[in-house]
């Protein structure tokens, strides 16, 4: 049973610095893209950044140069390190990835449970 788990998430005023983690657990062949979204209150959920598995980044315009996406394949495990934090940050930050399963022919997605982030001003 494949799982994903964040830590990381919290209170943090304005200008200052979070780094989320999430780690990957259980059986499966490979890990391919992963990311981070989050949704604001009463908001859809969003993409903030994702990562392939060879390291190539992608940002939302809105954390571009403030937020920076990293993974560890050999501990399977994706980081976002937010720094110049904003009130408008706050959301509920998710973890995904495209995973490979023993006996699956395709990678499919899973999501982590969510972990709270609050930007104070």
């Known amino acids: 049973q494949v799982q994903l788990v964040e830590s990381g998430g919290g209170l943090v005023q304005a200008g200052g610095s979070l780094r989320l983690s999430c780690t990957t657990s259980?059986?499966?062949?490979?890990?391919?893209?992963m990311g981070w979204y989050r949704q604001p209150p009463g908001k859809q959920r969003e993409l903030v950044a994702s990562i392939s598995s060879g390291g190539k980044t992608n940002y939302a315009d809105s954390v571009k140069g403030r937020f920076t996406i990293s993974r560890d394949n050999a501990e399977n495990i994706v980081y976002l390190q937010m720094d110049n934090t904003k009130p408008e940050d706050t959301a509920i930050y998710y973890c995904n990835a495209m995973i490979r399963r023993y006996s699956r022919p395709s990678y499919n997605e899973f999501w982590g449970q969510g972990t709270q982030v609050t930007v104070s001003s």
């Open positions: 259980g059986s499966f062949v490979s890990i391919g893209d």
